[in-house]
């Protein structure tokens, strides 16, 4: 056994070269993880002018707080720095699109930080250790580890494919064990943790003032639920678990109330102020997220560092699943009605060309405004495929003009489309910019204008493929001479005013994927 969970850690340290470099992983004899942390220093800018840049660019930067339920100018702790951390996957099963429409939220704002000059420093952790986790590695007979490791794995895949940057720094909970168990050891000495009878140690909620701040709710209104632990030795029903006595045959880590694993919400208040501080600009995830994992991080690291925790809370919405009879509810594992990214890949990929599949699925997530939910359904699939067509073939008509220049923010068309991304992201404005400059393109032929569209397609991380590739895409039933010959006699037939044949053809080949776009 020991041999066999050593040659993981082997496995896993190679992996760590890529996520997290110069951090090494060690386990001691008993099969626990020890962890000596590197790159601990916080990321210093002293480029004075790339900060006054950034500064100037972000002027008219809006973002929504979930906290105050309002959208204001947004300020950084230090100048030309921001720091974000989003709650990443608990990697107990495979990914589904609604994990990753937060990931591409996500990946936007990043994106949009740096576009504006900012040095981002992006967190986003791997929850490995976990009741679920244990409960399907059992079922399946696997080894805890084993398990994470590899629905770690998938999710990296899914994020790659969806074109997300990866993160500047992706630890995982079971690398800070050390630093959990100091937080909770300060809870504690604060009067805001205590050991249980059964070897638990809780947190006090009643005992830590501001809570509820975030969710709106208070304490004497909430009531145990969903993914709320309930357990006799509660002195409160509310208290949560900060460290979970030791079960037989489950992982444990030494500590001075004994052997145990953490609970589930310590590990990102650990793993923030690690590598942003006890304060810091924004933290960010999913909607089902905000009560009561973020209203307890809240809790636990105001508690003990009695420092604000995140000047801006960001939570992108829900991913709904539309019924055929025009119902809708939440895709979510335990409703069965979940997609998984392989599944889509597979499906979009066949459907739309090799790697279009890609881009199609993250264009149908960036079409709706990260707060809003988004109603899935095949036919807005097709509906995003279609719309990427019309740009693509915009780019594929107009002359090309080699240029390498940075986008000129006063231009009108640039200057719209960041005035969309700075009132909160507004990637569905933003994308209708992209439509009427497509719209110009087709009706001009403008090569500037062509450039500038692919510039700011680049922003969103979409329209950088070749646009004849895109739009040849998975073509099946017809060869190249074939597709020409329809698009001849197309032509043909609007020039005898034969419309009605001409849009039966159209139509045809849209129905095979090909767009035809008309010209003035």
């Not at 840049?53 to 959208?71: E, F, I, P, Q, R």
């Not at 060309?353 to 890609?358: A, F, M």
């Not at 279609?386 to 006063?410: C, F």
């Not at 004849?468 to 017809?478: H, M, N």
Request: hydrophobic fraction near 40%; glycine fraction near 8%; charged fraction near 25%.
């Amino acid at each position: 056994m020991t041999l066999a969970i050593r040659l993981c850690v082997c496995i896993r340290s190679q992996y760590d070269a890529v996520h997290m470099p110069g951090k090494p992983s060690v386990m001691s004899d008993s099969g626990n993880i020890l962890v000596t942390m590197t790159n601990t220093q916080e990321p210093q800018n002293t480029n004075t002018s790339g900060a006054l840049a950034a500064a100037k660019a972000a002027a008219g930067l809006k973002l929504y707080d979930t906290a105050s339920h309002a959208v204001s100018s947004f300020t950084p702790i230090k100048p030309g720095q921001v720091g974000i951390y989003v709650c990443g996957a608990t990697v107990q099963s495979s990914p589904h699109i609604g994990h990753i429409r937060a990931a591409v939220a996500f990946d936007v704002v990043r994106r949009w930080f740096e576009r504006l000059g900012y040095k981002v420093t992006f967190v986003r952790n791997v929850t490995d250790i976990d009741d679920k986790i244990l409960d399907k590695a059992a079922a399946a007979g696997q080894q805890w580890w084993e398990r994470a490791y590899i629905y770690e794995r998938e999710f990296t895949e899914a994020y790659s494919k969806l074109g997300v940057e990866p993160p500047t720094y992706e630890p995982r909970a079971t690398e800070f064990i050390p630093q959990m168990l100091n937080l909770v050891e300060k809870l504690e000495q604060k009067g805001l943790a205590y050991a249980a009878d059964n070897g638990d140690v809780d947190y006090a909620v009643r005992k830590f003032a501001g809570y509820g701040k975030l969710s709106g709710r208070q304490p004497d209104e909430m009531r145990a639920g969903a993914r709320i632990e309930v357990a006799q030795a509660k002195r409160d029903p509310l208290d949560f678990v900060l460290w979970k006595a030791a079960k037989p045959g489950e992982p444990a880590w030494d500590s001075k109330w004994g052997k145990g694993r953490p609970g589930w919400h310590i590990e990102c208040s650990a793993m923030s102020c690690h590598y942003l501080g006890k304060t810091f600009d924004i933290h960010g995830g999913g909607p089902d997220l905000i009560f009561p994992h973020h209203e307890n991080e809240i809790a636990q690291s105001e508690g003990a560092n009695d420092a604000p925790f995140a000047n801006v809370w960001m939570h992108s919405g829900p991913l709904r699943v539309k019924r055929e009879d025009g119902t809708e509810e939440k895709m979510s594992k335990s409703l069965g009605n979940f997609w998984t990214i392989r599944d889509a890949l597979k499906e979009t990929n066949g459907a739309y060309g090799e790697g279009n599949g890609n881009e199609v699925l993250r264009f149908f997530l960036l079409r709706s405004h990260y707060r809003s939910p988004i109603s899935f359904a095949n036919s807005l699939i097709d509906d995003s495929h279609k719309a990427l067509q019309r740009l693509y073939t915009a780019l594929k008509n107009a002359p090309k003009e080699e240029n390498s220049e940075a986008i000129d923010w006063t231009n009108p068309w640039a200057a719209k489309f960041k005035a969309a991304m700075d009132e909160d992201f507004n990637t569905p404005e933003a994308i209708g910019v992209l439509q009427q400059m497509a719209a110009e393109i087709n009706r001009t032929g403008d090569a500037q204008t062509a450039s500038l569209l692919k510039k700011l397609g680049a922003v969103l991380n979409i329209l950088q493929l070749d646009a004849e590739v895109f739009l040849k895409g998975a073509v099946t039933g017809l060869d190249e001479a074939a597709i020409d010959a329809k698009v001849a006699e197309r032509t043909a037939a609007k020039k005898a005013r034969d419309f009605a044949r001409a849009d039966a053809i159209r139509n045809e080949l849209a129905a095979l994927g090909i767009v035809i776009e008309d010209g003035p």
